[in-house]
Every structure is written in C-alpha cells, then in structure tokens.
C-alpha cells in the first residue's frame, strides 16, 4: 500500500534502522535519509556505514551524512549545506530517531508537521544518551518506547504515545534493545497513518517529576567493583552487553571479560576454610563447571559467561578448561576515577 505523507528520516544505529525499515515497508515516500558519517569500526578499524545508511542504501533511498547540522559549529559549510539540502526536498515530517547530531531550531522549523524522536524509554525517565543500558542498570521493573515532539531541549518534548515493556530478569541491553526496536518500528507506523488521517498528533507535555539522564556508557565503567552488592553487579553485567562487557582483573594483573552472571545462592558466601564468615570481596570462593563464585561486598555473583583477550566468550566450563581459575584467587578493585 502506498501513502501520501512524505518522511525525511534520520537516525544512525540498528535501533533506528528497525524504524526506518518499518516506515519503507509500510508504504511511506522516504526522499531523504540522514544518517551519521562512517566511521571507523571492528578489529581493522576499517570505515563502516550505519545500518540506517546501509538499509537506505539496499533499497534505493537517497542519504546524507552531514558532520553537523549546526551552524555555528565546528563544520558551517556542511550544516549549510545539509540545511539546504532539508529545504530542497519535499516533505510533510521528519522522523529521528538516535541519530546523534544536534538538530537546532532552524531544522525543527523546516518539516510542515513537525519532528518525532522515537526514544527508547518511558519519559521523562531516561532521557539522554544509553536509556536502555541504564534502566537495566538501576533496576527497573519496566521501560518502553515513547514517541515525543522534538524541541530544542534533550529529550524533552511533549509525548505523543509510548508502549511498555516488562525487563526480565534475564533481559540484557542486546535482547531489550531488540524488543524496543520493534516495540518503536510499530508505535512509529501507526503516529504516521493517524498523522496521514489527521494532519496533526495530539501530544501531552512530560512531567517535571521523575526526570533523569541517561549518560553515556563509557569503557571505564566496565571495571566491577567487588565492593557492592552482588545484585548491583549482576544487573550491571546485564546493563553492558554487548557493550562494553564487565571486566574484572585477578591480582596478577590479567583481565578477565564476564558477560553473564547471577546472584549465587547463600551457601558460596563463604570463603574456602572460614565458615560462618563471608569471604573479602573480590576473592574466588567456588570454582565448578556451574560457575565462578566471586565474594562482593553483599552476597556473591556466580559468574557463567567469560572470556579472556582476544578469546571468544565462552560457557564457564569451557573457560575453564582452556583458562583455569581457583578459589582464593581475588580479583583487584577498580581504581578510583
């Protein structure tokens, strides 16, 4: 089925290709797809296309890799340009969704029915970079995908419609992020066929309460420190897969990858030879084909997937075999940032 209404797209990640491949499939004129520049990526840091630009690129769509879009910025030339490029092609709304630029007032004001940003979290909580990792992260019961007007603020644009989402306990960022990739794709679709319908969307202003800011994952933060709750931990090994993966390192200065772990149960809270008190966090107190128990400053986190460098990530038994690891062997404590 065709449609009428005519979308320029931009976004940069395979969230947002997820969306972009929903809105081609349904029918709608996509004239424009911005997407962020290659960039270098994998072991030969070889220049790679997003897989927004690599989904428009397959099917025939036209895209634009501006550095900015500001400009005042670093690169005027090129926000001009891209800016001239926005006016110069027919279309009815623009549809955003984690692409990474800046998009300032003047670009908002050129869509005839305005800008939505499909943002993966239920506002106004999580707005920002990493919404995904860091509602894992903290703990929460759920989280979802909200449709929202973009203004010039982060994230702060008044809600169109959002969808839920249980986070399991065994949920991690990849298998959330998939949900909430296709949970956006649909919620997308039905905004623009109402859109087409109506002309307008009716939207409701975010709360003032509850706001928080989803920064950023950054490599340093994939040190656990033992010294927290077992469940903290476990939570945040969920949190950081793919990326960047907890790392632990052992006392001789070798590192150790852990991408899933659990709550181990009370009886391994003890180290080797003291019973009745638990054992310092940081050391090994049970080695088995079931799992590596590791002391933390509450409870102990049964350690399941590893991998050392330049390895694959392994099932602990297989680890094990090829990397063997024993109890009151003690993993170092992050340094201080």
């Not at 879009?69 to 090129?78: I, N, Q, S």
């Not at 940003?117 to 909200?146: K, Q, Y």
């Not at 933390?296 to 986190?301: D, N, P, T």
């Amino acid at each position: 089925m065709s449609h009428s209404l005519r979308v320029i797209f931009a976004g940069t990640p395979e969230f947002a290709a997820a969306a972009l491949a929903a809105i081609h499939h349904a029918g709608f004129p996509v004239p424009l797809v911005l997407s962020q520049p290659d960039r270098p990526a994998g072991r030969g840091m070889k220049m790679q296309a997003s897989p927004v630009k690599r989904y428009a690129q397959e099917h025939g769509l036209a895209v634009a890799q501006p550095t900015s879009l500001r400009r005042a910025g670093k690169y005027p030339h090129e926000a001009a340009a891209a800016i001239d490029q926005l006016r110069a092609t027919p279309h009815d709304v623009m549809v955003v969704a984690a692409y990474g630029l800046i998009l300032p007032q003047e670009v908002l004001d050129i869509p005839p029915l305005g800008c939505i940003n499909i943002h993966a979290s239920l506002l106004p909580r999580w707005r920002g970079a990493a919404p995904i990792h860091r509602a894992i992260e903290a703990g929460d019961p759920e989280t979802g995908v909200t449709l929202m007007q973009v203004d010039i603020g982060l994230d702060t644009g008044a809600m169109i419609s959002e969808v839920r989402t249980r986070i399991s306990a065994d949920d991690t960022t990849a298998t959330l992020h998939d949900r909430l990739a296709q949970d956006g794709a649909k919620l997308i679709v039905d905004a623009l066929l109402e859109l087409e319908r109506n002309g307008k969307l009716s939207s409701t202003p975010q709360p003032a309460d509850g706001v928080t800011y989803a920064e950023k994952i950054g490599k340093h933060e994939a040190a656990l420190d033992w010294r927290r709750p077992a469940a903290v931990l476990a939570r945040q090994v969920r949190a950081f897969d793919p990326f960047p993966g907890g790392v632990g390192t052992l006392e001789d200065g070798s590192s150790v990858k852990i991408w899933a772990a659990a709550v181990a149960d009370a009886q391994h809270h003890n180290a080797p030879g003291t019973p009745g008190t638990p054992g310092t966090p940081g050391t090994i107190t049970d080695v088995s084909s079931e799992g590596v128990v590791v002391a933390c400053g509450e409870g102990a986190l049964r350690l399941t997937q590893l991998q050392k460098p330049g390895g694959k990530r392994l099932p602990v038994r297989e680890f094990l075999a090829g990397s063997p690891l024993a109890a009151g062997q003690r993993f170092q404590f992050p340094e201080a940032k």
